[in-house]
């Protein structure tokens, strides 16, 4: 599949800002701005930021105007989704993409922004990022050595990431399209047409919050959907605050995503730091990478 | 051979096709069948299987005192009173006994245990062979809905959503009764009051569904529910709000709500609340948002579910739905089906799963 790369950002460019999901009370996003403006860029502040229609950020039709708009607007080069939640795939199909087909600009965020990454990826043929949102700089103060790989991605530097040794590795050397993000939510795309097509792909994945047994639940729907079986290697992010049920499921996350994929020859690198917390660097889902595992640590490379 | 011709012979073999689904992928639903498995009579065996969650042998006393109230005899499984974790034995043993229950010609019905999780995980290495050639009812709900979407979806042969054998009490209830009722081969009728959320109609067709998750973690498998010209049932326990809202917006943008004969809800019960910025919405504007656009009936309420009571339904089958603005009613059609049972099951093909399948 070709890919098309949106063009690198350079000092004076502008990032448009909006919450497409839930809602993100407006101070939280003033480290955010004030960190993408150090870096040299302009910010655009969406209405949908620190707006809010209950759980929402706006209504559905507020939120899906708010990001039509940076889609049109030729002078945002890239948008910065500040939150997740949740409520991207109420707006997916009504978003006209003509002119982001014209002039395709980075789309950032993880989460419930997933849908995004694998909409633009299935359906739009374009790379994005998946990466930290205003949240992580808010909580960070600035920025901190993960928040910065998103200043090295939009400048276009060639990613490159590293990972300690792992008992679980599953060792091997591999390449293709980085594909994935949150579980949860790729679990909620499958059946729609925005759901990527993961042959020879390298899958990650990460989650919070979700039960022992959802997670278990949620890879064996992917694995009987026949999503897994013919990936070309798997990447392990983090899956924080796990909650488990009175009666205790009686496996660890690291196991019960081993006892679903074990079957399966490609590689698989657990502990990268792709996750709902601080480890969370940034990726340019769509684009070819190499994953080599081996028992010194798992390496992607970006670069076919 | 003009087109007319070639057509009319074509004719046959075209419809034979139809029926019988491809190997993995998108198989083509089974849109035949219906035909109810027999019903039972004093004296008739009923197994008790844990394919999902454990339950202990006295939790399941319950049951075996109440089936042999009503005349039947049980046999226990293996699986009551094991535990694998939280499961009810390994994957192995409850598929193992799961198995032995389907191809038991003794047995004409399977209670299960509990639901909690687990029935998708023994799916794939089962064998219908022998419950196509003599269908029994499968009894649970919850978790169990796996089990109704693959059977409904591969060999269209009804199963019945109701209490199972952990949530039995010494009392016979409503529910209880509703069970006895309907494995006797009384015909459902229900009316019940609802909310004023309804759209009301009337409308006929084949019902299926049952816990909302459970349909969701079917998608896209060779168990997806296929919906099209169907009254959906949905119910669910203990899920956020917006989590109701998600798999909601999946069934949607996959196109599972576009062509129902109607829409039935259940419970949704426990709803779980939001941290921060709670999701004001009611679980009612919820899901009557996604299928606002369409002008077929939809029914709240319907007393299934995770909660008291939880009437009997037999999925699979032919209902009439009145829909009113607070009532409701839902009657089984009779011989809607006709005696013998259509000879399709056999020509089935039992698809594989994508994951076997190299």
């Known amino acids: ?5 949106p063009r690198y950002l350079k000092k004076g460019d502008t990032i448009g800002l909006i919450c497409p999901a839930g809602f993100m009370p407006a101070e939280y996003t003033t480290v955010c701005i004030e960190t993408l403006q150090k870096w040299g860029f302009n910010v655009k502040v969406g209405k949908t930021v620190g707006q809010q229609s209950h759980y929402f950020s706006g209504e559905d039709a507020e939120r899906l105007q708010d990001l039509q708009d940076m889609l049109d607007d030729h002078s945002v080069s890239a948008i910065l989704c500040a939150r997740g939640g949740y409520g991207c795939s109420r707006i997916v199909d009504n978003i006209n993409w003509n002119a982001f087909r014209k002039n395709p600009k980075w789309l950032i965020g993880f989460s419930d922004v997933t849908v995004f990454n694998n909409h633009l990826y299935q359906k739009l043929k374009t790379a994005s990022i998946h990466g930290p949102m205003a949240g992580a700089f808010d909580k960070a103060g600035g920025e901190d050595a993960y928040i910065l790989t998103l200043k090295q991605a939009l400048s276009g530097r060639k990613m490159r990431y590293k ?3 792992h008992d679980m590795n599953k060792f091997g050397k591999t390449s293709g399209p980085l594909v994935g993000g949150n579980l949860s939510i790729l679990a909620h795309l499958i059946g729609s047409h925005s759901f990527p097509d993961t042959k020879n792909t390298l899958l990650f994945l990460e989650d919070v919050g979700e039960y022992l047994y959802n997670i ?5 729907q992917l694995d009987r959907a026949g999503k897994l079986q013919h990936l070309s290697g798997l ?3 983090g899956f924080s605050d796990c909650k488990d049920t009175a009666v205790g499921f009686g496996k660890n996350i690291n196991e019960i995503i081993q006892y679903r994929v074990h079957k399966y020859n490609f590689p698989v690198a657990f502990g990268f730091p792709v996750s709902h917390e601080k480890e969370n660097v940034a990726l340019k889902t769509g684009l070819v990478h ?5 028992k010194s640590g798992a390496v992607l490379t970006e670069g076919e | 051979m003009d087109r007319r011709n070639f057509l009319q012979k074509m004719g046959p073999i075209g419809a034979l096709v139809l029926t019988v689904p491809a190997i993995a992928g998108n198989t083509e639903p089974v849109r035949v069948s219906g035909h109810p498995p027999p ?13 999902a969650g454990a339950i202990d042998q006295r939790d399941a006393r319950y049951s075996e005192v109440m089936m042999e109230r009503w005349g039947f005899k049980t046999r226990f499984g293996r699986t009551i009173g094991r535990r694998w974790q939280q499961f009810g034995g390994t994957d192995e043993e409850r598929a193992a006994d799961f198995q032995q229950m389907l191809d038991d010609p003794n047995l004409k019905a399977i209670l299960f245990g509990r639901g909690g999780y687990g029935s998708m995980r023994i799916m794939d290495k089962l064998n219908w062979d022998a419950f196509k050639k003599n269908p029994k009812w499968l009894i649970g709900y919850s978790d169990i809905t796996a089990f109704h979407c693959h059977v409904s979806r591969c060999f269209g042969i009804p199963t019945i959503h109701s209490r199972m054998a952990g949530g039995f009490g010494s009392q016979e209830d409503l529910s209880e009764t509703s069970l006895k009722n309907t494995l006797y081969g009384k015909p459902i009728q229900y009316q019940w009051e609802t909310t004023t959320f309804n759209r009301p109609g009337k409308t006929q067709g084949i019902l299926v569904g049952g816990n909302l998750s459970l349909i969701y973690a079917m998608q896209a498998s060779v168990s997806e529910l296929d919906t099209d010209g169907k009254i959906l049932f949905i119910e669910d326990v203990s899920e956020y709000k917006y989590t109701v809202d998600r798999m909601l917006m999946n069934l949607k943008r996959s196109g ?6 109607a829409l039935l809800v259940g419970g949704f019960t426990s709803i779980k609340k939001e941290d921060i910025a709670y ?5 009612e504007e919820i899901i009557y948002e996604k299928v606002m656009e369409f002008d077929y009936p939809v029914c709240f309420n319907f007393p299934g579910g995770h909660q008291q009571p939880n009437l009997a339904l037999k999925l699979g089958m032919a209902y009439d739905l009145e829909v009113k603005v607070g009532m409701a009613q839902l009657t089984e059609v009779r011989n809607a089906f006709p005696n013998p049972p259509l000879p399709l099951i056999d020509s089935i093909v039992m698809p594989q799963s994508p994951s076997l399948n190299l």
């Not at chain 1, 599949?1 to 790369?5: A, G």
């Open chain 1, 1 to 5: 599949m070709n890919i098309k790369t």
């Open chain 1, 163 to 165: 990972t300690e040794p």
């Open chain 1, 216 to 220: 278990d639940r949620m890879l064996l």
């Open chain 1, 235 to 237: 990447i392990i992010g």
């Open chain 1, 290 to 294: 190499r994953l080599q595992v081996t």
């Open chain 2, 39 to 51: 019903y039972l009579r004093e004296g008739d065996y009923i197994g008790i299987t844990c394919p």
């Open chain 2, 256 to 261: 599972k709500l576009d062509n129902l004969k």
């Open chain 2, 279 to 283: 999701f004001t919405m009611s679980i």
